[in-house]
């Protein structure tokens, strides 16, 4: 089954522990994408990978990282997390060729006390 | 810059009614429109896109939009709504010439759907 696979589904942690979200897709598609959704704002885009290696800002990159060394892999890092990163994290995939139609995993629910 | 604006952020309808979710638009270029849905604890869902062919988009579950330049909107239909439509609808736009993964979501539409 074609799909992206986002782990772990929910995570509560605290203040300054560093912390990994996972995103695996299976469907080799070349596009990945992280997203934030918060209430009334719909979601924002945090990071985005055109391919392997190559890695871009979103428009609320402040406080993540990301890494793309497998092309099916795509993980959100938050390194010294903050309670205002608490939100509802989407990851994306899709073909590049097929303009701006991506496939999003179930999301994650990261609270950070 | 483009961006994107959903009027309602909640919507309530009777089975069987006609649905109706507006969304307007703002775009220096002919943008790429979309429309998502998300069901409760899911991720989302394409529902329909528009880039520039034909003006009147069909998309899964009876859903249709149609693409009006002149009023820069792009509203969501469906004749009848179903008890399983009830979930948040996201208006998107994208720069057709932008980077290809830059999208803008509207801050979203709760759909309540009642017997």
Known sequence: EAQVTQNPRYLITVTGKKLTVTCSQNMNHEYMSW????????????????????????????????????KRNF???LESPSPN???LYFCASGLVPVKNIQYFGAGTRLSVL | AQSV?????????SEGTPVLL?????????PSLFWYV??????????????????????????EAEFK?????FHLTKPSAHMSDAAEYFCVVSLTTDSWGKLQFGAGTQVVVTP
Request: charged residues 20%.
């Open chain 1, 35 to 70: 997203y934030r959704q918060d209430p009334g704002l719909g979601l924002r885009q945090i990071y985005y990978s055109m391919n392997v290696e190559v890695t871009d800002k979103g428009d609320v990159p402040e406080g993540y990282k990301v890494s793309r060394k497998e």
């Open chain 1, 75 to 77: 993980p959100l890092i």
């Open chain 1, 85 to 87: 990163q608490t939100s």
């Open chain 2, 5 to 13: 604006t959903q009027l309602d952020s909640h919507v309530s309808v």
């Open chain 2, 22 to 30: 507006r969304c307007n638009y703002s775009s220096s270029y002919s």
């Open chain 2, 38 to 63: 998300q069901h409760p604890n899911k991720g989302l869902q394409l529902l329909l896109k528009y880039t520039s062919a034909a003006t009147l988009v069909k998309g899964i579950n009876g859903f």
């Open chain 2, 69 to 73: 330049k002149s009023e820069t909107s």
